[in-house]
């Protein structure tokens, strides 16, 4: 199933960097399972007024993809549309076999969607979507995250979701698959702008998902982001730190240990705290102001200029200082921001 979208497109995109797994601040007890990933600087995407195709595997009750493209759609109407971009939306239940029928036109949907480059054979390509989506359905196994095809023409960007009905519970006030397609469309948004830290992406996002359901009414955002506080007090080691976690993968010692933490909880704190920090205090400065400067400078000079101080190293030292306030002064530093 092929739906193309359209929303107006913002500027230009250029250095596309890194992409990184999943997820956010979840209520105690719902489990996580993040597959960061990082490949070689590879071309930029292109800002375009058409957005993403949806693709989902016969048999696989459409409300997913659904439940998905609603926070996906609500991401790139706040960020821009950036891509290519293709969703792939894959599920078994209780790992149940899929299909050989649906197998097959799945393989093909996907193998059918790209352009390989000379010395890759189909049956490279129907071996890897065996492996990465369908086997990983049925061995009961959710995984959620941005994949960059940097050997098809022209690059281009996938959002992968596989058993994310297992994600799904009555009591949530936004279904947490609709969070994941907020969280993985804002690393496309992010990542068409130059590198930024392990931190900033993951934070980013997760702040995404925290900002914009506040701002369609679905629900509050001191509750979500006092969660993100309190697993991001589980760090207690008073030598780690955001800034840690610049790059996961030469995280120091035991700190990548404490990835969630660092990375989504703790940086998603580290993104309100910039917008705070920053002149107008609007999240939208993110999009039109921060980001751009992201091209222009690169990201240590454009967060200098953003929160007006000398360098990265004065604004780890003031959030360092302002992760210890008391809870009920933190989030009273929510109030003050403007969309």
Request: charged share 25%; aromatic share 12%; proline share 7%.
């Amino acid at each position: 199933m092929k739906t193309p979208q359209e929303v107006p497109a913002r500027p230009v995109l250029h250095l596309l960097f890194t992409l990184l797994a999943l997820t956010g601040c979840q209520e105690p007890g719902q489990g996580l399972n993040r597959q960061p990933d990082t490949r070689p600087a590879f071309e930029p995407l292109v800002a375009m007024e058409t957005g993403p195709v949806y693709h989902v595997l016969d048999g696989y009750d459409p409300i997913w993809m659904e439940r998905v493209r609603e926070g996906i759609e609500t991401a790139r109407a706040y960020w821009g549309s950036y891509g290519p971009t293709h969703v792939w939306i894959a599920g078994s239940y209780e790992g149940a076999e899929i299909d050989p029928a649906a197998k097959r036109a799945f393989v093909e949907e996907y193998c059918g969607s790209c352009t390989f480059p000379n010395g890759m054979r189909l049956e490279d390509c129907a071996g890897y979507v065996e492996s990465r989506f369908l086997d990983v359905a049925e061995r009961d196994e959710s995984e959620a995250y941005l994949s960059y095809l940097q050997d098809t023409t022209p690059p281009r960007a996938d959002l992968v979701f596989i058993n994310i009905h297992k994600w799904f519970f009555e009591t949530d006030p936004v279904p947490d698959p609709t969070l994941r397609g907020i969280h993985e469309y804002t690393h496309v948004f992010q990542s068409s702008f130059g590198s930024t830290p392990t931190w900033m992406m993951e934070g980013g996002a997760v702040f995404a998902e925290a900002w914009l359901p506040v701002q369609l009414g679905w629900r509050g955002l001191h509750g979500v982001m006092e969660r993100c506080m309190e697993s991001a007090r589980r760090v207690t080691d008073p030598s780690m730190s955001i800034a840690d976690m610049e790059d996961v993968d030469s995280a120091p010692g035991k700190t990548i240990e404490y990835y969630r933490e660092l990375a989504y909880d703790r940086g998603a704190w580290a993104v309100a705290f910039m917008i705070h920090t920053s002149p107008t205090r609007r999240v939208s400065a993110l999009r039109d102001e921060f980001y751009p400067s992201v091209t222009e400078l690169g990201w240590e000079a454009a967060l200098s200029r953003f929160v007006g101080m000398q360098d990265k190293q004065e604004f780890y030292a003031a959030f360092e200082s302002f992760m210890g306030w008391p809870l009920e002064e933190q989030l009273t530093l929510l109030d003050d921001l403007k969309d």
